[in-house]
């Protein structure tokens, strides 16, 4: 980027970094109306990349490649933690050769997980980012699409990736804390912490 460099050798300039594109348009704004003149430059997305996923963060969102025989919730964690994202929503689709999904029971107040191993498209995957207990928590549904044509649905407990997964995480600046529901036997949220 020369002329970012370029500006930044200017010793007469000062930088002013801002996180948000709109926020940066404002505080040049008003530099300009304090002082005569003002100015914005904004780069284009910067490319992340982890062990088992790489991103492009696009204005507030991200979008988000996992890579052939990689664990989906696994690659999805890891970028949530990489990326410090306390809460948000997740959403997407890809293909899948094995997903164990789960079905809550609440007369038992536990999950029953049946493991499908058999490619299937992912039709859609949509979920949420909270934490719960201190951690990053992915709450996740999935729709899969067999050979012949019917679906399966459910919580996602894991797929591995067979072709490609292709994501779009759109983080909140919020901190949202789910607790154990006893009574029921999930966590909920608590809009009280």
């Known amino acids: ?25 404002y505080a040049a704004e008003g530099y300009a109306r304090a002082n005569g003149c003002g100015a914005v430059i904004t780069t284009n997305a910067q490319t992340l990349n982890g062990e088992h996923w790489a991103a492009k963060r696009v204005e507030d969102a991200y979008i988000v490649s996992i890579p052939d025989k990689s664990s989906l919730v696994e690659a999805l964690n890891d970028f949530v933690i990489a990326q410090k994202i306390k809460a948000g929503q997740i959403t997407g689709v890809g293909a899948s050769n094995e997903a164990i999904l789960r079905f809550f029971n609440p007369a038992t107040k536990k999950y029953v997980d049946k493991t499908f191993a058999e490619q299937m498209e992912i039709s859609n995957l949509s979920g949420n980012i909270s934490e719960v207990d201190g951690k990053p928590k992915l709450h996740l549904h999935v729709t899969l699409g067999r050979r012949d044509y019917t679906a399966l649905t459910g919580h996602l407990l894991d797929a591995k990736i067979r072709g490609a997964g292709e994501f779009f995480v759109y983080p909140i600046d919020a901190k949202v804390v789910k607790v154990k529901n006893e009574e029921v036997g999930l966590d909920f949220y608590d809009f009280e912490d």
């Open 1 to 25: 980027m020369v002329l970012l460099d370029q500006l930044l050798a200017n010793k007469n300039l000062q930088l002013i970094g801002c996180c948000k594109e709109l926020n940066a348009a």
